[in-house]
């Protein structure tokens, strides 16, 4: 359905960074090595070619229209609808993200600085558990500008009770209310 992915991973500033390169040359099987005087600095990985969206969540997602950040992620947690308001707040396109697992690029922490996102996450565990999740505060990472805090509403969507749910998450800047609380 898809050639596997190529991905630059970068742990050179002590925080994660993904680029997508495009997909795989190489035959399957066969891993693709570091281009020459990138080997200290960053990793090749391959990681599971991704799968689109079904259509019923296509036609819903393209519909919304919200100055709230949103993205959807599958059961594997990769992020498969990244919206114009998710780009603008966390300064990244969806053509850098869709494919990627979320825990990656949010790369969440709670007020102690401990990291929230992260796979198998608690909203994962939820909604798997077909659970709700109440909303939460996180500090949300941003390649190029200060990490901003968020605040983030889960809804689970699941067309049919033996289908796999896909886990829309939205989210608004609430750095000025956290910044107004710590006061």
């Given amino acids: 359905r898809g050639k596997p992915l190529l991905h630059q991973c970068s742990t050179t500033t002590g925080r994660p960074r993904c680029k997508r390169l495009g997909t795989v040359p190489s035959p399957a099987g066969q891993y693709p090595t570091a281009p020459r005087g990138l080997e200290r600095q960053t990793h090749l990985v391959m990681v599971r070619p991704h799968q689109p969206p079904p259509d019923w969540l296509t036609e819903l997602l393209g519909g919304v229209k919200s100055a709230d950040g949103m993205f959807a992620v599958d059961c594997d947690q990769t992020i498969v609808h990244w919206n114009e308001s998710a780009e603008e707040m966390l300064g990244r396109e969806a053509g850098e993200v869709v494919g990627l697992p979320c825990h990656e690029i949010l790369a969440g922490r709670d007020s102690q600085n401990v990291r929230f996102c992260r796979r198998d996450c608690p909203v994962a565990q939820n909604a ?56």
């Fill in 128 to 183: 798997r558990r077909g659970r709700p999740t109440p909303d939460y505060d996180i500090i949300a990472e941003r390649p190029e500008d200060p990490d901003i805090w968020v605040n983030v509403s889960i809804l689970v969507l699941k067309p049919a009770a033996n289908s796999r749910p896909y886990v829309l998450h939205t989210f608004r800047d609430v750095t000025e209310r956290r910044r107004v609380e710590a006061l």
